[in-house]
Structures are given as C-alpha cells and as structure tokens.
C-alpha cells in the first residue's frame, strides 16, 4: 500500500476527530464552525467508519462508486448500534442523558482512532484476511458454495469496474471534468431556485431546472467518455429531484415523517433511547435514533437533517440500482435508463424521504453486496450483515417484504431444479440470509415498540385477507386507474403509468421466457426468479392495498424491478418487429426493428418526470397533483409556515408542566389533519382531542389550535374548512379571544365544567 496515502488518510481522519472533539466536545469557539461542524459530523457519521472497514477488507481499490456505497451501507448500521450501546452503557451508571452530543462524538470518534490504528499496525488492506482465513473457509463452505463462479459483469470493457478512486480521477479528461461539473450544477441549482422561488406563481426557473432533468438520460445515451459520469450523474438527478422537493419550506412536510421526526426530536431533547414505552417508530432506528444523533454531531437543526442530510443518502439508492442492472442485465444503456424509472416515479418524491426510502437504499445496497461477484464470502458477509440489520432497523413493512420476496425467490430456485436439473447460480437467494432477516425482524419487531409495529403488520395481513379478491379502497391499483379524469393532460397522465407498468410486466414475462427455452439463461436467472416474487406483489396490488396504497407498492417494487422497463420495451419492439413480418408491406419489420429503443425510452422517461413534477400541469395552467407543492403551495399536502411552527412550540411548553390536553380540527379515526400532524410533533398523541366537524364543545379544560388551513375538507385534496363556519368555533371559540396569536394560527385556552361537549 502507497504510505503517502496512509498518512494523508490519516492526517484527514485525525484533524476531522480533533476538529468534532474540540468544537462539540471542548466547546472551543472555532472560526467557521456553522460550516465545518456539518460537514465534518455527516463525514464522521456517514463515511469514515464504513470506509475504513472496507479499505480493511481489501475493497478500498474497487470502483469509486461502489467504495462509496459500501462505506455509507457500513457506516450507517455502526452508527445506531453504538448509539444503543452508548444509551445502555451510560445509563447503568445512571446518567441523566446518556446520548448527549459530547458522549456520541467521543464514541464515534474513538472508534474512528481504534479502526484507523488497526489499519495502520496492519501495514495493508489485505492482512485482515489472513487471520480470518478459517472464518472464510467455514462461510465459504456451509453458505457460500456457489461463491467461487465466474463474473458475470457483461458487456463491460475489461477492468474497467475495478478502476481503484485514484486512477479514476488521474484518467479524467477535460471534457469529464466538465460533465461532473454541470452535473453537480443540477443539485445546486435545485437549493438556489428552490429556495428563491414563490410557489405562489409559475416559477420559470423551476421549469427549467425540471426540463434540464427530464434530458439527461436522453444525454448520456450519447456520452462517450469516462464511465464514472453515469453513477454520479444518477446520483445527482436524484439529488436534484429529492432537494426540490424536500426544500419548499422550513419545516418538514408529508405524513410518516412527522412521527418520525417526534420521536428523534424526543430522543434529541431527553438524551436516551429505549426499547419501552408504546412508541412505535422508536423502533425504526434507522430514521429516528439516527437523525437524532446526526443533529447531536453536526449541530444542525433535526428538521434540517431531514431536509438536507437524508435526501443526500437516499440519492444512493438508484445509483445501487445501476450496479445491481450493470451485474444482471446485458447493456450499459439498460443500466443507465433503469434508475431514471424510480426516480422520475411520483411516489419516488411526493413525500419527503423518510422509512421507507430508508430502507429501499438498505435493499438495494443488501442486493448490490451479494450480487457482486468479485467479493469473497468474508467480504460479502460482513458487509452484508449489517445492511441486511439495517433493513429492519428502517421499516416493518418493507424488512418484512423482502423476507417473502427471498423465501420465494428460494423456493422458485429449487422448482427449476426440481423440474429441469439445472442448478441455479446462487447469490441472494440463501437460506441463511432469509433466515436471518426473518429472525432479527420477528426479534426486533416483537421486542420494541411494545411491539406495536408487529400487531400492525398482522392487522394488515388480515385486512389484505378479507379484502382479497379485490379491496374496495379506493388506493389500490385498480381504484387509481379508474379515477375520474379532469383533463386530457390526467388522462395523458395515467396513461403513462399505465405503460410503465406494462413495459415492467413485458421485461418479466420476457426473462421468465428466456429462463424456460434457454438452459444457460435458467443457470444465471436467480435475479428474475427474486424479482417474480416481487412482481406478484405488484399485481397482486393492483386489487389489494395491504395496508398501504398502490403509488408505495409500486415504489417498493421499482427498486427491484426498475431494469424490467428497460428490458420491457426492447421485448416490445420485438414482439411488433415479428408482427409487421406478417404483414403484407415489404421491409417492415426491418424499419421496426431499427427503432432505437433506448432513446424512445428516455423520451418516455422523460414525458414520465415532466408529468409527473407537475411541470406541465403548471406551464399548461391546470390543477396540479396534490403532492406539487413546489408548484403550488395549496396544491393540498401540508406545507408549513414559520407562524405555525412557532405557535405549536408555544403550545408544547405551555403544556409541558400542566399536562393540559390540546385540541385541533381532526375529523379522521388517528391524527392525521394538517393542524393534528403539526401540535403531534410536541404534544403526546394521547394529550390531543379530535375537533370532528359535528362536534360543538369540550369534555375537559384545553388549548385550541387552530391554524389558518386547519384540515382538507372531506372528499378533497386541496380545499380547507371554513373553521368559522363550523358549530364548534361558534359555540365555543367565537366569543374568546386567543391567548396566543401570529399571522397564520392562534390558541385559545377554553375551561370546561364537562357538561359542554
């Protein structure tokens, strides 16, 4: 190993521990700090430790970009579970805030320093292995048989994907400089116009950010240079499309992540984590502990770990999915192009990233990991393990999927044997690994939480059950395809989706084919076998929701089966190719067949992002879907002001010490209006009365708040109610003046003797 690299290494690794450990731990008022504490702490959390025990396995010449990923898809998971064991070390000598932000930099660093020391008393990245050579023979042997396979990175110029970071960047030409450079413009250009634009009006330069997206697969079909651009680029688009979104105020917005961000702001405030209690999304660790500790470190704000740091991470996710196609699928373009179905998808951005995007980067980052042929079984495992906990600590439902998904995708190998003998290439598909994940998931689920989340799981089930054949839910795939349309633009609209769906559902039923007529493609075709699984679950909800809508479906089943797209149109175009054969024309199918199916792909891809941004529902003057806030602020998904959020937090510390109840206009069976998911983030979920439409008074002594859009009226997706047409504000708020009141909300305190609800 190069020892100028070592000590430059090292040099950067101790002056970012010594920088963290002298601003948050010393508290040393260092010049530049609002800066450099940031970005050193997300460093320090979401790098270093995973990079060093990739370099330790050996992995620190692979590709850039998969370094990249498996040093966040170790760094992650090391995080939280010594977040845990800080909480539980500390608290048994009972300090009062064992996860404080001097005790998680001190932890995080010192393992830093230990992991760094390791490395360097090894002299090399490859001594790690040698000791641990008996490890690697029993994991080679009992769940690793099929570990010693050729490569099957097809049509891929020779070492080229294991050009180390080095010579990647001593290769780049000008003309790759230059590319990188614009492509990193994208997510700039996405916080600048983002940030400066009034959804109140047609933002031109949001048009244009949105048009210049909707091109770039389109351009790189015809780039020719440096393979890297394709990754980052990937990477950046993503990066783009999430922070024009997550942005469009100062405050989070959606629905999950609200919860989400009160159990880490809770977390933050009182300094420990805990298995008790009935909070259910403090088991989604991945989400709440994690932010938690991210603000902790970096000194930024919790909702701007939201906003900033997690759509940073979760654009690794279709940059995993290129490395996944580039492994499993013949063409650079087909590896290019698949991403772009996932990330230019509505359901992909319409929220904010929270668990579920999470945990769709553990998958695909779990998937990446075993399908890549080049790691030996030691490598595989410990970078896998870890990743495939970190798909539990981020979502019930999703860990849980991917446990079916694996069952099935076994048993769907050992039918192929059964029926043809030929012996599946084994890779993802393995006992232990479902066996793991179903074990830690039924561990951890029933175990925390109060075990919330597992009852939830099996209440969805059940609804699923009765449901079956077809649910009456209006969210299921069916129900969203037979929505009444507005305009021809919705109709052009679902037609697009419609086509996705079927361009997937042509891939699949395409490689099941080829698995049938050929014995070479039935050897190699474990990846299509997985992926069947998960193409059941999206048929299957297009008629039943399982808990959740048909836009989440078909998210969780585009991380996996996004290159199908791809695929689904060359099947396309083929199918008509042989049947302009029969037709009389002469040359027909030869003119069919030189379409260029990749190009009209990112055409359509970029048709998809431009309807589904709300780019041409707004240039066109129509109503935008719901989610495009960025568009138009009362398009119906809540969006925040700066009066709101101060008043709620006026709320929270009034009521803190009294325990006096809240109330908010919330005419649904859980909170979810918008006032309700704004005072949730403060106040406990059993202190908040429901203010239902019919209601005219209060049981017991409470706060009102009551903002300006308090709640959509129902059956609409952007109308608010009239709160001063409502019999409760007539009976009970009319004649009181607010204790506390800004531009946008107001509170009002209201005693009850009980007699008046």
């Known amino acids: 190993m190069d020892t100028r690299v070592n000590r430059t290494e090292l040099a950067l690794f101790v002056v970012v521990t010594s920088y963290l450990l002298l601003d948050v731990v010393l508290g040393v008022d260092i010049p530049g700090s609002t800066v450099f504490r940031p970005v050193l702490g997300c460093a320090l959390l979401g790098i270093l430790p995973g990079y060093l025990l990739v370099s330790m396995l050996g992995l620190g010449d692979r590709s850039p970009g998969r370094v990249v990923l498996y040093a966040v898809g170790l760094s992650l998971p090391i995080i939280v579970c010594l ?266 951005f319409k929220d904010m990233p929270d668990k579920q995007l ?67 290439v084994t890779r993802i598909t393995r006992p232990v690994l479902t066996a793991f994940l179903g074990v830690v998931w039924l561990i951890w689920y029933s175990s925390t939480g109060s075990g919330e989340n597992l009852e939830s799981v099996v209440t969805a089930a059940g609804e699923a059950f009765n449901a079956f054949p077809i649910s009456e839910s209006g969210r299921s795939g069916v129900g969203y395809a037979t929505m009444g349309v507005e305009s021809g633009y919705w109709l052009t609209y679902r037609l697009l989706y419609i086509v996705l769906v079927a361009l997937i559902g042509l891939g699949v039923l395409g490689a099941l084919y080829a698995l049938a007529t050929d014995r070479e493609a039935a050897r190699t075709s474990e990846y299509t076998l997985f992926s069947l699984g998960v193409f059941g679950f999206l048929f299957a909800s297009a008629l039943v929701t399982f808990g959740m809508g048909f836009d989440r479906t078909f998210q969780i089943a585009l991380f996996v089966l996004a290159p199908f797209a791809v695929t689904g149109a060359r099947t396309a175009v083929t199918g008509l190719a042989r049947f302009a054969e029969q037709l009389p024309r002469d040359g027909l199918r030869a003119r069919v067949s030189a379409v260029p199916v990749e190009g009209l792909f990112a055409v359509f891809l970029a048709l998809l992002f431009l309807f589904s941004s709300g780019t041409v529902f707004a240039v066109a003057d129509q109503p935008e879907p719901s989610y495009n806030i960025n568009y138009n602020e009362s398009a119906g998904w809540p969006v925040y002001t700066q009066d709101e959020v101060n008043a709620t937090r006026w709320l929270a510390t009034r009521t803190a010490d009294t325990g006096t109840d809240v109330a908010v206009y919330n005419n649904y069976d859980r909170l979810k209006s918008r006032d309700g998911l704004l005072v949730g983030e403060v106040v406990p979920s059993e202190r908040i009365d429901s203010i239902w439409l019919s209601r005219t008074g209060l049981d017991e002594t409470a706060y009102v708040y009551v903002s300006h859009r308090p709640m959509m009226k129902p059956g609409s997706d952007s109308t608010y109610i009239s709160v001063e047409r409502t019999p409760f504000y007539r009976n009970v708020l009319a004649d009181r003046e607010p204790v506390y009141e800004n531009e946008h909300a107001s509170v009002y305190y209201v005693r009850t003797n009980g007699t008046n609800a």
């Open 83 to 348: 977040s845990i064991l800080v909480s539980a070390v500390l608290s048994t000598f009972a300090v009062d805030r064992p996860l404080s932000p001097s005790s998680v930099t001190v932890a995080v660093s010192a393992l830093v320093l230990f992991l760094v020391t390791v490395r360097l008393v090894g002299s090399g990245a490859s001594w790690s292995l040698r000791p641990l050579a008996v490890f690697e023979w029993i994991t080679f042997s009992v769940i690793g048989a099929s570990d010693q396979l050729h490569s099957r990175i097809l049509d891929w110029d020779p070492g080229e994907s294991e050009r180390s970071a080095r010579s990647v960047v001593r290769r780049l030409s000008f003309r790759d400089w230059l590319a990188l450079g614009s492509l990193t413009l994208l997510p700039v250009g996405a916080v600048l116009v983002t940030l400066a634009s009034d959804p109140a009006g047609l933002d031109w330069s949001l048009v244009v950010l949105s048009c210049a997206v909707a091109v770039v697969p389109l351009v790189l079909l015809q780039w020719r240079g440096s393979p890297v651009v394709y990754p980052y680029a990937i990477w950046a688009v993503t990066a783009t499309v999430l922070l024009q979104m997550t942005l469009v105020s100062g405050h989070i917005w959606g629905f999950d992540i609200h919860f989400e961000y009160a159990t880490a702001l809770e977390i933050r405030q009182d300094g420990y984590w805990t298995t008790a209690g009935g909070n259910s999304n403090s088991s989604l660790v991945a989400i709440t502990l994690l932010g938690a500790v991210y603000s902790m470190v970096t000194g930024m704000e919790l909702v701007w770990v939201y906003k900033l740091v997690y759509p940073l991470l979760v654009s690794l996710l279709p940059v995993g999915i290129w490395y996944i196609t580039r492994t499993e699928f013949r063409g650079r373009s087909v590896a290019m192009l698949a991403p772009f179905a996932l990330v230019f998808y509505y359901g992909f």
């Open 358 to 424: 999470v945990a769709g980067l553990f998958v695909v980052l779990l998937l990446t990991v075993f399908l890549d042929d080049q790691l030996s079984p030691l490598q595989r495992w410990t970078l896998g393990l870890p990743i495939a906990l970190s798909v539990v600590f981020a979502h019930y439902g999703v860990s849980l999927l991917l446990v079916g998904f694996l069952g099935l995708g076994l048993v769907a190998r050992y039918l192929v044997r059964l029926t043809s003998g030929v012996r599946v």
